[in-house]
């Protein structure tokens, strides 16, 4: 767990320090998550310390967000303004992108003999 | 034990002194909000993170707790999305199969899912005049909170509020999923799982997990690379769009 934990937080320093040098607008812990998956799909094996942790830490992912998401105390005022349009736009974003990505996915595999 | 110790505001005043206090305040909010999820059968709408949310706000507000007190023993907790986001690769590497299989598929699906989602947000967000900052909390809203917080902060959204328009989108995801999918006549697990796991991330795949284990492998692989595009293209796409 520990030796994991390790890499994982080491990967996103790594990433961080990436991010800061090169001026790149994209979070540090993103940049640690492509070189994880990179190293993983080069060498075609992912170190078990990473498995244990990794799981243990996405197993509970979503508690994480509690933290952060109670700062929404602070914007009351702008969630009363803005509230209801903000509905309309996740409700309407979300349904377009659900069809068109499942309308993509099924033109292109429909040849492949794996569509059941 | 004087009268003092006994006088709730004050006892309430030495609570919120202790970090320690705030975290566990964290820790039982969400295992409260988990055992209410459980009672429902794990219906979408009965969402722990949200009813965690609900309670440790109305908390702060009704005690007059400021977040950045608060913060100081949650933290604990909030300092692990950076390696949860790193261990994301897990469920890349895991499913490398169904993209050596289906790449064509795959990748066109990522991208133009990824493109469509920041996109037709932008645009809706825009044609319904909401203020910048909004904008920005708003556009990375399909990818998991762990991301999405981290580009809100890159590109001028608000972290906390893009939480929770990620929580509320998974929320949509999942509710409308099956009977837009049915509508639409798309049968392909793979499909409807992928779909789902690219516009409303891991409330969408723990959706997909529910009804069909292949569209729950698709939906992981889906929200997972999902993350990683989203994180470059959402810069882009506010670049050109302001």
Same mark, same amino acid.
């Given at each position: 767990?520990?030796?994991?934990?390790?890499?994982?937080?080491?990967?996103?320093?790594?990433?961080?320090?990436?991010?800061?040098?090169?001026?790149?607008?994209?979070?540090?812990?993103?940049?640690?998550?492509?070189?994880?998956?990179?190293?993983?799909?080069?060498?075609?094996?992912?170190?078990?310390?990473?498995?244990?942790?990794?799981?243990?830490?996405?197993?509970?992912?979503?508690?994480?967000?509690?933290?952060?998401?109670?700062?929404?105390?602070?914007?009351?005022?702008?969630?009363?303004?803005?509230?209801?349009?903000?509905?309309?736009?996740?409700?309407?974003?979300?349904?377009?992108?659900?069809?068109?990505?499942?309308?993509?996915?099924?033109?292109?595999?429909?040849?492949?003999?794996?569509?059941? | 034990?004087?009268?003092?110790?006994?006088?709730?505001?004050?006892?309430?005043?030495?609570?919120?002194?202790?970090?320690?206090?705030?975290?566990?305040?964290?820790?039982?909010?969400?295992?409260?909000?988990?055992?209410?999820?459980?009672?429902?059968?794990?219906?979408?709408?009965?969402?722990?993170?949200?009813?965690?949310?609900?309670?440790?706000?109305?908390?702060?507000?009704?005690?007059?707790?400021?977040?950045?007190?608060?913060?100081?023993?949650?933290?604990?907790?909030?300092?692990?999305?950076?390696?949860?986001?790193?261990?994301?690769?897990?469920?890349?590497? /895991?499913? %490398?199969?169904?993209? *050596? $299989?289906?790449?064509?598929?795959?990748? =066109? #699906?990522? @991208? !133009? +899912?990824?493109?469509?989602?920041?996109?037709?947000?932008?645009?809706?967000?825009?044609?319904?005049?909401?203020?910048?900052?909004?904008?920005?909390?708003?556009?990375?809203?399909?990818?998991?909170?762990?991301?999405?917080?981290?580009?809100?902060?890159?590109?001028?959204?608000?972290?906390?509020?893009?939480?929770?328009?990620?929580?509320?989108?998974?929320?949509?995801?999942?509710?409308?999923?099956?009977?837009?999918?049915?509508?639409? /006549?798309? %049968?392909?697990?793979? *499909? $409807?799982?992928?779909?789902?796991?690219? =516009? #409303?991330? @891991? !409330? +969408?795949?723990?959706?997909?997990?529910?009804?069909?284990?292949?569209?729950?492998?698709?939906?992981?692989?889906?929200?997972?690379?999902?993350?990683?595009?989203?994180?470059?293209?959402?810069?882009?796409?506010?670049?050109?769009?302001?």
């Amino acid at each position: 767990m520990l030796e994991g934990l390790t890499i994982l937080i080491f990967l996103q320093f790594t990433g961080e320090l990436i991010a800061g040098v090169t001026r790149l607008p994209i979070p540090g812990p993103v940049i640690g998550l492509a070189l994880l998956a990179g190293f993983a799909l080069w060498r075609g094996r992912m170190p078990e310390p990473v498995v244990i942790a990794g799981d243990a830490i996405l197993r509970h992912l979503s508690l994480l967000f509690v933290p952060a998401g109670v700062g929404l105390i602070a914007f009351g005022d702008r969630l009363a303004r803005e509230g209801l349009l903000i509905v309309i736009v996740l409700v309407l974003s979300t349904a377009i992108t659900m069809a068109v990505t499942a309308l993509v996915f099924r033109a292109l595999t429909r040849d492949d003999g794996d569509s059941a | 034990m004087t009268l003092r110790s006994l006088d709730p505001s004050a006892f309430w005043i030495y609570l919120a002194e202790q970090p320690l206090f705030f975290l566990a305040i964290t820790l039982a909010a969400y295992l409260v909000g988990d055992r209410i999820a459980a009672a429902t059968g794990r219906h979408p709408l009965a969402n722990p993170v949200l009813i965690a949310i609900l309670l440790v706000g109305t908390a702060l507000l009704v005690s007059g707790t400021s977040h950045a007190r608060y913060f100081e023993g949650a933290r604990f907790v909030h300092v692990l999305l950076g390696p949860a986001t790193v261990a994301l690769a897990l469920p890349i590497w /895991r499913n %490398r199969a169904l993209i *050596a $299989r289906h790449w064509r598929a795959i990748g =066109a #699906a990522l @991208g !133009i +899912g990824a493109l469509v989602g920041i996109g037709s947000t932008l645009i809706l967000a825009r044609l319904l005049g909401l203020s910048g900052a909004t904008l920005a909390s708003l556009a990375p809203k399909s990818v998991t909170a762990a991301i999405a917080m981290g580009i809100a902060e890159q590109v001028g959204g608000t972290p906390p509020l893009t939480a929770v328009l990620v929580i509320a989108t998974g929320i949509l995801g999942a509710v409308m999923v099956t009977p837009l999918m049915n509508l639409l /006549r798309i %049968r392909d697990y793979a *499909a $409807r799982g992928f779909a789902v796991g690219i =516009a #409303a991330h @891991g !409330i +969408g795949t723990a959706r997909a997990l529910q009804v069909n284990e292949k569209a729950g492998a698709y939906a992981a692989l889906g929200m997972a690379l999902n993350g990683l595009v989203t994180a470059i293209l959402v810069p882009l796409l506010l670049f050109l769009f302001r």
